[in-house]
């Protein structure tokens, strides 16, 4: 009876040890999703980004903060946080601006920014468009180039003489 009572007791701690480390063996079977949380931003957004620009520009390019401090709005928080599902892994990105007198002043974080970033927005100047420019100093609209040997594909004349022609046949 001591026998099988070991038994039975070791047969129970295997299954139990067995149904414990069962998560661990078939994690790759079970399906986790990406948990993205935050602000995502592309790189082209942050270059975008011009000291002196107001508020209300910044708002428009980057979107809303995740956090503006309470205490004082001239500090604005957009923070990225993806969490992999596959592997757990971990991207974590943060950006912080200042502001004074609703002029932006100062931006860190894990952002490169633009070498134009000093630069104040009504300062920088777009590519030069000299091509683009008529004699009196009128821009040129860009229209597509037009062919001279484009044709139609279908000639909706010559196709409803041919129906009245089968017809009459």
């Known amino acids: 009876m001591t026998i099988k009572k070991h ?6 701690v295997a ?6 480390s ?9 399906y986790k999703p990406d948990v993205p949380q935050g602000n995502y931003m592309e790189t082209q957004q942050v270059e975008k980004l011009r000291i002196e620009m107001t508020k ?16 004082a709005d001239d500090t604005w928080y957009y923070v990225y946080h993806y969490k992999s599902g ?13 502001f004074e007198q609703d002029k932006l002043t100062q931006v ?6 633009s ?3 000093a630069t104040p927005l009504e300062q920088s100047s777009l590519p030069e468009m ?5 004699e009196q100093g009128d821009l040129v609209p860009l229209n597509p180039e037009q062919r001279p040997d484009t044709k139609p594909l279908v000639e909706e004349k010559k196709t409803q003489e041919l129906n009245k022609q089968q017809e009459f046949e």
Request: aromatic share 10%; net charge negative; glycine share 4%.
């Open 7 to 12: 038994s039975i007791t070791l047969f129970g």
């Open 15 to 20: 299954a139990l040890s067995l149904s414990l």
């Open 22 to 30: 069962a998560c661990s063996v078939f994690d790759w079977l079970i």
């Open 56 to 71: 209300e520009q910044v708002e428009y390019i980057l979107g809303r903060p995740v956090l503006r401090d309470s205490f």
């Open 86 to 98: 596959r592997d757990a892994s971990i991207i974590h990105k943060e950006l912080v601006l200042h």
């Open 108 to 113: 860190v974080g894990d952002y490169e920014l």
């Open 115 to 117: 070498p134009e970033f």
């Open 130 to 134: 000299r091509s683009l420019v008529s």
